[in-house]
């Protein structure tokens, strides 16, 4: 099973280095407004929160495309959160 547990692994490595660049972004604007970026971080969190509780699940049949499912969520997911890290301003 090293393929769940690498699964958790780019999940948590993914939605951490997203929330350290919007830290990163407001540690160099601190003159700016924080509410988006800290929506931005939760969002990532809740986002951590849904994808773990996925692959956690034991109830599913075809896990090979369950896992595949849930790392395709998780670039999607991701791409979006980065996207929104480039609009702040």
């Known amino acids: ?6 699964l958790k692994k780019d999940i948590n490595y993914v939605l951490g280095d997203i929330i350290e660049a ?10 700016k407004d924080t509410k988006k970026s800290e929506a ?4 990532a969190i809740e986002t951590f929160d849904e994808l773990i509780a996925k692959v956690n699940d034991k109830s599913v049949e075809d ?4 896992f ?10 991701g791409r ?3 996207e929104k890290i480039n ?3």
């Open 87 to 89: 609009k702040l301003k």
């Open 1 to 6: 099973m090293a393929n769940v547990r690498n």
């Open 80 to 82: 979006a959160l980065i």
């Open 63 to 66: 896990k090979k495309a369950h």
């Open 40 to 43: 931005i971080i939760d969002e």
């Open 22 to 31: 919007v830290y990163f972004w407001e540690y160099e604007n601190t003159d």
């Open 68 to 77: 595949k499912s849930i790392n395709e969520e998780l670039e999607s997911k």
